[in-house]
């Protein structure tokens, strides 16, 4: 049996130790099977440290060469994206490129972590000389949100869940709503022809709320919004890895209804989709019930609790592996 493990965070535990631990739960529960696993970004700001490639010098910023794609990551361990620096680090790219007929491929992992300061700043002082600064750029932005910028689900609005009472909040929210309505109706009005689709804006696209409005702003200087989690699957060949699989294994911290909609669980649950395969997980947590996992792609789930890691792999294996105990 081909086993693909893919491994997610799992509390504040090193992403190599537990690798190592889930191989070796199953490689002792079931020794003939070819196991195999893969570290899984989330799409986060420092989604590139997970990634195999080669460093590349761009300026203010960190980056790394994965396969035909430059992936961005903020300079100096910064857990953060400083706009200015990401702006920058842009430009230095664009700069380099001097065919416009094959535009370079530039991944900016958000998720949905708030940058460093304004978002808007990575406009800079012209917002419309950045976007033709950065037209020789495929600027791929992976976000960890499908919240839009404005409206009723807003990024403003998903603030205020679950604090509706707090009156400053709410005031401060409106605020910040009436100011990105402003915002996204400038930036919008300057747009070339042909960058929208019907009457449909960027400000109401899924994900564009995403990072605090970074990956609005991203959008509007020719950014493509992506899911974050299933695109990094792809640029670390898990994709690739799950198509020779019969069985997927995904390893996170918590199973809840984000997890399965747009986690390291949802992108190795469609990779193996997409191989005709079962995908298991296993979870410190297990917040969803049976019909989600299944509406989610997951054949099942297994909760660990306060159990070691390589506990709960080793009773997957028993129920997936023929060779369980060497048998």
Avoid at 277 to 291: F, M, N, S, T
Wanted: charged share 25%.
């Amino acid at each position: 049996m081909r086993v693909l493990i893919g491994v997610g965070a799992w509390g504040d535990e090193s992403p190599a130790r537990v690798q190592a631990d889930a191989v070796a739960a199953w490689r002792r529960t079931a020794p003939r099977d070819d196991v195999h696993s893969l570290l899984m970004a989330d799409g986060g700001p420092r989604s590139a440290d997970l990634f195999d490639g080669s460093p590349v010098g761009v300026g203010p910023v960190d980056s790394l060469r994965v396969g035909n794609a430059i992936v961005l990551l903020p300079a100096d361990a910064a857990r953060r994206w400083d706009p200015h620096a990401l702006r920058e680090g842009l430009a230095v790219l664009a700069a380099a490129q001097t065919d416009d007929r094959r535009p370079l491929t530039v991944v900016v992992p958000l998720g949905d972590d708030d940058p460093a300061g304004d978002a808007v700043d990575v406009w800079g002082a012209d917002r419309d000389a950045t976007r033709a600064a950065l037209r020789r750029l495929d600027i791929v932005a992976l976000v960890g949100s499908d919240r839009p910028l404005l409206g009723l689900h807003g990024m403003s609005a998903s603030v205020r869940v679950g604090r509706e009472a707090d009156l400053a909040l709410a005031a401060a929210t409106q605020e910040g709503e009436r100011r990105w309505n402003a915002i996204a109706a400038e930036a919008e009005r300057s747009l070339p022809r042909g960058t929208l689709l019907g009457h449909e804006r960027l400000a109401d696209r899924h994900g564009a709320g995403a990072a605090a409005g970074l990956a609005y702003c991203l959008s509007v200087v020719g950014a493509r919004l992506a899911p974050a989690a299933r695109y990094c699957a792809g640029l670390s060949q898990f994709d690739d890895r799950a198509l020779s699989a019969d069985l997927v294994l995904a390893i996170a911290t918590t199973l809840d209804p984000a997890q399965i909609d747009r986690g390291t669980v949802a992108a190795a649950a469609a990779a193996a989709s997409r191989g005709g395969v079962p995908c298991a997980a296993v979870a410190r947590e297990v917040l969803v019930g049976r019909r989600d996992l299944m509406a989610g792609g997951i054949a099942s789930a297994h909760e660990a609790g306060d159990a070691p890691l390589g506990v709960i792999v080793e009773r997957v294996a028993r129920t997936w592996s023929p060779d369980r105990n060497g048998g």
